[in-house]
C-alpha cells in the first residue's frame, strides 16, 4: 500500500521506486571506475555492496536512500552481480542494520562526488525559480519537474516531493504577487475604481459590465461591423490605453489576460490580484477587440464581394451553357477546316512541299461545308458574348456580378476611413491613399479618368471601370471602380502591406520584430540558443565547405550515364515505394489480441502510470473512486466522436453521465493532454529501445482539414464561401502524437512546425526526447525560404521527395568542377547577400525564437507581391545551401530516403486510423464549436493510445517467436506498422473495465501459407 507521499510522487512524476527503473536506465546506472575506486576501499562485502547500492541510488533518485528495505531488490542484485558478491539480498540487510555506516558512506559519497544537501542548496534554487517564473507560464507541477533537473545538474540532493512542491509554490507565489503589485500600482485610483465597477453586477442585469466587453458581437454582417467597432472604441474609452505594460513579460501577461477573460466574475473577485488580471483582460482586448471587427471585415469583403460573386457568375455560366455550347463546336469546327485548308501540303514519297491554297473562294467553299457564312457569323457573336474579352482575365464574370453590391461599398468605405486608423507599406500605400480619396467619388455622376488612379485598374477590372458605354468618353464606371480599390484595398490588408494601428492580427508585422534596446539585451542569449555566430564569416566557411564536400562526395560516386537531372534542370529523384506486406506483418496481425477500444486505452493508462497526468487544477489527484475508468469513457467517447451519452451506464457509478460531465471540464485540460502525452511517449521510446528501433528524433507535421458550411468569424473562407479549418498534428518517429493546433485555412505545415517547436524551446534546459531535430513536411509557396527559416532555427528540414517543389541544386564555388553534376549546379548562391543582411536575419530568426512574431507573420514580411524582399532573398540563400545538401542525400543516401519515407508514410497511415477511430459523424463537421480543439486533442489520445498498445503486444510477439526460433532481422521490424487496427473493434455497446494480467494472451506462433 502507497503512503501519501509516495502517491504524490506517482502522480507527479517525481523520481521513485514506485514503478521500478526501466531497462533503458540501467546502462546509465552502471558503476564507473571512479565507483569501484571508492567502494573498493570499503571492508567487508556488504559495506562495498551498501556503498555501491547508494551510489546507485543517488544516481537514480537525486537523492539517498537510507532505508535498505524500501530499494527494489532489483538494483541490489544488479549491483551485487557487477561488484561479484554473492547472495546480496543478505548481505544488504546487515549493511542496514548499522544507521552510522550507511549515514556515514552518504557523507562520503557527497564529498567526493560534489553534492550539497538541500538546505545549503536552497536559496540558489529559489533565486533560480524566481527568476524563470517571471517569464514561465507552467504550473506547480512542470516548475517542480523542471527544478529536479536544475537540483540535479548543480548536485543538489533532492528533498521529498512535498517538500520541493511547497518551495515552488511559495516562489510561485511570490513572483505572481510581485506582479500583481507591479500591474495594480501602474493604475490611478480613478482607473482601480473602473476595475470594480466592471466586475460590478448591475441591479437590472444578469452579468457584469467586463461579462458584457469580453463577448462578441455575432455572425458578420454589416451591422456587426459597426457593432464590433463600436465595442473596440468602447473598450478603448475605459482610459487605460496609456498604461504601460510592457514590463511584464508577454507570456505571463496573456495567461493572466486568459483568466480573467475565462473566468467567472463571481470568483474572479473573490481572487488576489484580481485587479491585475482584470487590467490584463483590459489591454489584450483593446487590441483584440479591433482584430475581432477586421476578422469580420475580411469575412464580409471575401463572402460579400468575392466569394458570393464569384457563385453567382458560375451559376450564370452553367446556365448559359446550353446557349453557347452548341455554337462554340460550329465555330471551332469551322476554324479547323479553315486551318487545314491554308495549311502546307507534303508529298510522302517526293518529299516535296505543296504551298497551302489561300485564295478567297477555296475558303469561302471550305466554310460552306461546315455551314452558311451567316450561321457561322451568328454562332461567332453568341459566343463573345459569354467568353471574357481577349486582354481580360477569369475574373471578369465574377467581378461583373460584384457590381451589385455596390450599396455596400458605399455604406462600408466611410466607416472604414472614419473609425479605423490604416497605416501602410511602400506596397501598399498606392491602394491606401485611393481608398482615402474614395467617398468624394461616390455620388459623383461625373467622374473622368483624371479623377481616379488608373494604376490599380488591371485586367478584367479596365474594361469595367472604362468602358460604361452609357457614359462620355473618359467616364468611369464608379460602381466598378469603387469596388476595384476595395479588393485591392483588402489583398494588401491580407498581405499586412496595409496594417491597422492599435491591432496585433492585423498590426505592423514590421513593428513586431525584436529592435532598439530590446534587440541588444535579448540578443546574446537568443544566438547562444540558436547557436548562431554573431558575425556571419564563421557561419558561411562552414556552410560553403559542407555543400562542396557533399557535391563532390556524391559526384564522385555518380555511375556513368546516370540521368541526373530533368529537362528543365530539377534533379530526377527517385520516387519512393511503400513495402510490401511481409511474412512477419501478416503473422504479427493473425497474433495481436482480438480486443475493444476501451481495453486499449485501460491498459495503456495503467501500463504507463499516464493516469496520473489527471490531476486537479490544483496539481492533487482525483478524489473519485475508480477514476480511470471515467476517463477511459471519455477518452473514447470524445475520440470515437459518439458523445458521453453513447459510453455512460448509469448502473456504474464512475461511468454515469454526470461524472463522465464533470471530469471531461476539470480533467481534460491542455496541460493535462500534455502530461499524458509525455508518459506514453516515455513508454513508446522504451518499447522501441527494447526492440532496437530507435532512431533519430524526427517527426512530421501533416493535417486533416474541415470544411464548415456557415462561415465563422475568425476562420478562413473558401471561395465557395465555406469556412476552412486544419487540424495540424506533429507526429514523433515513436508514432506519438506530440502536438494538435487547429488553424485557420491551409497553412505551410513546415511553418506550423517551427511555431509548435518554439513554444517547446521555451525551456531550453530540458530537451528530451520530446523535442524533435528533423522535420518532414510540406513546405507549401516560398519552399527556399521555408528551408532558411528552418535551418536558421537550429532543425533539419527533410521533406520527402513528392513533398518537394522545386528540385533544383545549387552551388557557391563558381569554378569547381563537380564532374556529372556540373550541369545539374549552374546556379550559384550569392553568399555577399546573405553576409549583408545577416543582422536582419539574426532579428528575424531571433523575433519568431523570442515568440514576437510567428513563423507565419515572418514569411509575410519577407515576401512582397508573392515574391521575396531583399532580406526574405537572404534567407532564401541560406535554404538552398539546406536544400541542396538535403537532396543529394535524398538522391544518394537510400538509408535516409527510406527513414523520411516511412515517416512521411507513418503519418499517413495514423490519419486513416484516425478516420476509422472518429467515426461518430461521416463527413465534414457540421459547425465549429468551442472545444472541438480538445476533442481532437482527445482523438489524439486516442491514436496514441492504440499505437503504443500496438508496439508493446509487437514487442511481446516478437519475443515470443524468437523464443520458438523464430529468425527475425532488424529490417523486418522496422517495416511492421503501429497502426495497425484490424484486431480492435471500435464500434458498438462499450465495456469498461480494469485490465488483467490474462486479459490479452499471445497465441502460439502458426505457420506462414505463404
Request: charged share 25%; with cysteine; glycine share 6%.
Amino acid at each position: 500500500m502507497l503512503g501519501a507521499e509516495e502517491r504524490q510522487e506517482v502522480s507527479a512524476g517525481y523520481p521513485s521506486f514506485v514503478h521500478g527503473i526501466r531497462e533503458s536506465d540501467w546502462p546509465h546506472l552502471r558503476l564507473g571506475e571512479e565507483d569501484m575506486r571508492l567502494i573498493q576501499g570499503k571492508r567487508g562485502e556488504h559495506n562495498r555492496l551498501g556503498m555501491g547500492v547508494q551510489l546507485t541510488v543517488l544516481r537514480f533518485l537525486g537523492r539517498f536512500q537510507t532505508d535498505m528495505e524500501r530499494i527494489p531488490e532489483d538494483l541490489v542484485l544488479r549491483v551485487g552481480e557487477q561488484l561479484g558478491i554473492s547472495d546480496p539480498l543478505a548481505k544488504i540487510s546487515v549493511y542496514g542494520e548499522n544507521g552510522d555506516t550507511v549515514r556515514n558512506h552518504a557523507r562520503e559519497i557527497r564529498q567526493e562526488h560534489g553534492w550539497t544537501s538541500f538546505a545549503e542548496g536552497e536559496t540558489q534554487l529559489v533565486a533560480w525559480l524566481e527568476e524563470r517564473l517571471k517569464y514561465s507560464t507552467d504550473g506547480p507541477k512542470a516548475m517542480t519537474l523542471q527544478a529536479v533537473v536544475w537540483l540535479r545538474e548543480q548536485r543538489v540532493l533532492l528533498p521529498t516531493h512535498s517538500t520541493l512542491r511547497d518551495v515552488v509554490t511559495h516562489c510561485r507565489a511570490g513572483v505572481e504577487d510581485a506582479m500583481f503589485k507591479a500591474l495594480v500600482s501602474k493604475m490611478s485610483l480613478r482607473q482601480v475604481g473602473i476595475i470594480d465597477w466592471l466586475m460590478e453586477v448591475p441591479a437590472d442585469k444578469r452579468t457584469s459590465r467586463l461579462d458584457s466587453l469580453r463577448r462578441d458581437v455575432g455572425e458578420p454582417s454589416w451591422d456587426n461591423f459597426a457593432k464590433a467597432l463600436s465595442r473596440a472604441d468602447e473598450i478603448r474609452a475605459l482610459g487605460f490605453v496609456d498604461v504601460d505594460v510592457s514590463s511584464i513579460p508577454d507570456r505571463k501577461l496573456a495567461q493572466l489576460a486568459d483568466h480573467a477573460l475565462t473566468e467567472r466574475v463571481p470568483r474572479l473577485r473573490e481572487q488576489t490580484g484580481r485587479r491585475a488580471a482584470v487590467l490584463a483582460a483590459i489591454k489584450r482586448l483593446e487590441t483584440s477587440a479591433l482584430d475581432d471587427a477586421i476578422d469580420m471585415l475580411d469575412k464580409l469583403i471575401t463572402e460579400r464581394f468575392i466569394a458570393k460573386p464569384k457563385r453567382w457568375a458560375d451559376k450564370a455560366l452553367v446556365d448559359a451553357y446550353p446557349k453557347f455550347a452548341p455554337d462554340g463546336t460550329l465555330t471551332a469546327q469551322a476554324l479547323l477546316a479553315v486551318l487545314e485548308s491554308v495549311a502546307e501540303s507534303v508529298d510522302h514519297d517526293s518529299g516535296e512541299i505543296t504551298d497551302p491554297v489561300t485564295d478567297t473562294s477555296t475558303i469561302r467553299a471550305v466554310l460552306e461545308t461546315i455551314a452558311e457564312r451567316n450561321t457561322l457569323v451568328l454562332a461567332a457573336k453568341n459566343l463573345l458574348e459569354y467568353m471574357p474579352a481577349r486582354d481580360s482575365d477569369t475574373h471578369e464574370a465574377r467581378r461583373a456580378k460584384a457590381l451589385e453590391r455596390f450599396q455596400d461599398v458605399q455604406t462600408l468605405v466611410p466607416v472604414l476611413i472614419d473609425r479605423v486608423r490604416f497605416g501602410a507599406s511602400p506596397a501598399g500605400r498606392t491602394a491606401l491613399a485611393a481608398l482615402h480619396a474614395l467617398p468624394p467619388l461616390l455620388d459623383r455622376e461625373d467622374v473622368q479618368l483624371d479623377d481616379i488612379d488608373t494604376t490599380l485598374v488591371k485586367g478584367s477590372w479596365k474594361p469595367l471601370v472604362e468602358g460604361d458605354p452609357e457614359q462620355s468618353d473618359g467616364a468611369v464606371n464608379v460602381p466598378a471602380y469603387a469596388l476595384c480599390v476595395v479588393e485591392t484595398f483588402h489583398r494588401h490588408l491580407c498581405k499586412r502591406e496595409i496594417f491597422v494601428q492599435g491591432c496585433a492580427r492585423w498590426g505592423n508585422l514590421l513593428a513586431r520584430l525584436l529592435s532598439g534596446e530590446v534587440w541588444a539585451q535579448e540578443k546574446p542569449s537568443l544566438l547562444t540558443s540558436l547557436d548562431l555566430p554573431e558575425f556571419p564569416s564563421t557561419y558561411l566557411d562552414l556552410a560553403a565547405s559542407s555543400l562542396h564536400a557533399d557535391l563532390a562526395a556524391v559526384a564522385s560516386r555518380m555511375p556513368e550515364g546516370a540521368q541526373l537531372t530533368h529537362n528543365n534542370g530539377d534533379l530526377a529523384l527517385p520516387k519512393g515505394r511503400p513495402p510490401r506486406a511481409s511474412s512477419l506483418s501478416r503473422q504479427v496481425q493473425k497474433m495481436l489480441p482480438r480486443v475493444e477500444l476501451p481495453q486499449v486505452v485501460l491498459d495503456v493508462l495503467s501500463r504507463t502510470g499516464a493516469i496520473a497526468a489527471f490531476t486537479t487544477r490544483n496539481g492533487n489527484p482525483s478524489p473519485y473512486p475508480e477514476f480511470e475508468l471515467s476517463v477511459a469513457a471519455v477518452m473514447v467517447g470524445y475520440g470515437c466522436n459518439i458523445g458521453l451519452e453513447a459510453v455512460a451506464n448509469d448502473e456504474k457509478d464512475a461511468l454515469k453521465l454526470d461524472r463522465l460531465t464533470s471530469i471531461s471540464r476539470e480533467y481534460f485540460r491542455p496541460d493535462v493532454i500534455e502530461a499524458c502525452t509525455t508518459a506514453m511517449l516515455g513508454a513508446e521510446t522504451d518499447a522501441l529501445n527494447t526492440l532496437h528501433l530507435d532512431g533519430e528524433r524526427l517527426a512530421s507535421v501533416d493535417g486533416h482539414s474541415f470544411v464548415i458550411p456557415t462561415p465563422q468569424t475568425g476562420l478562413h473562407i473558401a471561395p465557395e464561401g465555406n469556412s476552412e479549418v486544419t487540424w495540424l498534428t506533429m507526429l514523433t518517429e515513436q508514432a506519438i502524437q506530440l502536438s494538435g493546433r487547429m488553424v485557420s485555412g491551409q497553412p505551410s505545415a513546415a511553418l506550423e512546425a517551427l511555431n509548435t517547436l518554439t513554444t517547446y524551446r521555451d525551456l531550453t534546459s530540458v530537451r528530451d526526447s520530446r523535442h524533435p531535430e528533423a522535420i518532414v513536411a510540406e513546405a507549401g509557396t516560398h519552399e527556399d525560404l521555408v528551408f532558411g527559416l528552418l535551418t536558421l532555427s537550429g532543425y533539419s528540414y527533410q521533406p520527402t521527395s513528392d513533398q518537394t517543389n522545386d528540385p533544383r541544386l545549387w552551388r557557391i564555388d563558381k569554378s569547381a568542377d563537380y564532374g556529372p553534376l556540373q550541369g545539374a549546379t549552374r546556379r550559384q548562391i550569392d553568399v555577399s547577400q546573405i553576409a549583408a543582411h545577416w543582422e536582419d536575419i539574426l532579428r528575424v530568426i531571433g523575433s519568431i525564437h523570442h515568440g514576437a512574431v510567428s513563423a507565419h507573420d515572418a514569411l509575410r514580411i519577407l515576401t512582397r507581391n508573392g515574391q521575396p524582399t531583399h532580406l526574405g532573398s537572404a534567407i532564401a540563400s541560406v535554404g538552398r545551401i539546406a536544400k541542396t545538401r538535403h537532396l543529394l542525400r535524398l538522391y544518394d543516401n537510400p538509408e535516409y530516403r527510406s527513414g523520411i519515407e516511412a515517416q512521411s508514410r507513418l503519418h499517413k497511415e495514423r490519419s486513416d486510423l484516425a478516420r476509422r477511430i472518429c467515426h461518430g459523424i461521416d463527413g465534414p463537421f457540421p459547425n465549429y464549436y468551442p472545444g472541438l480543439e480538445n476533442r481532437l486533442g482527445v482523438l489524439g489520445l486516442v491514436l496514441n493510445t492504440v499505437a503504443l498498445f500496438n508496439t508493446v503486444y509487437i514487442q511481446k510477439i516478437v519475443e515470443k517467436m524468437r523464443a520458438q526460433g523464430k529468425d527475425i532481422s532488424q529490417s523486418d521490424l522496422r517495416q511492421l506498422s503501429r497502426m495497425m487496427y484490424s484486431h480492435i473493434n471500435m464500434r458498438g455497446r462499450f465495456h469498461f473495465e480494469p485490465p488483467t494480467d490474462t486479459m490479452f494472451e499471445i497465441p502460439d506462433l502458426e505457420p506462414d501459407p505463404s
